[in-house]
């Protein structure tokens, strides 16, 4: 996945937009940062971290919703990982980039996969030696949206229509979907 890590810094939050590998149990997530980003440069051991990833969005028009008295407003679906941040040895970040390549990569199929062995070594070691693997431990998951569900169903469908048409956003097809999906009982 992508997203936002943040971490509390002295004397201002920092976050650093990251890819990461989520293990197949959902426990722990592998990332790396630049050694000169400041939250390397600030966790040297484990630290309690967010990551925040953001999921399909769009502005949504007032006009859109077919009933009068609306205002602007921005739909979205977004997920908050909460959790403990740990700086691993260098000799684990080779197998935590050959996991993030091929987690990618294998999306991209029929392409055949690229894969660290591709590049000469001294390159490689050169650029490793340039960033530092952590492990990412969730302890809580907490989901949020904003989908217009407080609207009358005829309101948030027709808006649902026009993310679909004209969202200004990313994935809006993929939020329109969710917007037209009933509430629970």
């Known amino acids: 996945g992508f997203g936002i890590l943040s971490i509390n810094g002295d004397p201002a939050p920092l976050i650093a937009?990251?890819?990461?590998?989520?293990?197949?149990?959902?426990?722990?997530?592998?990332?790396?940062?630049?050694?000169?980003?400041?939250i390397a440069r600030a966790c040297t051991g484990t630290m309690?971290?967010?990551?925040?990833?953001?999921?399909?969005?769009?502005?949504?028009?007032?006009?859109?919703?077919?009933?009068?008295?609306?205002?602007?407003?921005?739909?979205y679906v977004a997920i908050h990982l909460r959790g403990t941040l740990t700086q691993l040895p260098p000799e684990d970040l080779r197998a935590s980039l050959d996991t993030l390549a091929a987690q990618f990569e294998n999306r991209l199929l029929p392409k055949p996969p690229w894969s660290n062995g591709k590049m000469p070594p001294e390159v490689l070691a050169k650029m490793m030696r340039m960033i530092i693997p952590f492990r990412?431990?969730?302890?809580?998951?907490?989901?949020?949206?904003?989908?217009?569900?407080?609207?009358?169903?005829?309101a948030r469908l027709s808006?649902?229509?026009?993310?679909?048409?004209?969202?200004?956003?990313?994935?809006?097809?993929?939020?329109?979907?969710l917007m037209m999906t009933p509430e629970p009982e």
Do not use: C
């Not at 990412?136 to 949206?145: A, C, H, L, S």
């Open 17 to 38: 937009h990251i890819p990461f590998a989520l293990s197949k149990n959902g426990k722990t997530a592998d990332l790396h940062l630049v050694r000169s980003n400041p």
């Open 48 to 75: 309690p971290a967010v990551i925040a990833v953001s999921g399909p969005d769009s502005y949504v028009s007032p006009e859109w919703y077919g009933v009068d008295d609306q205002v602007p407003t921005w739909n």
């Open 136 to 154: 990412f431990d969730i302890e809580t998951v907490d989901g949020t949206w904003k989908l217009a569900q407080n609207k009358p169903e005829s």
């Open 159 to 177: 808006a649902a229509q026009n993310v679909k048409a004209y969202g200004i956003g990313m994935e809006t097809a993929l939020l329109a979907a």
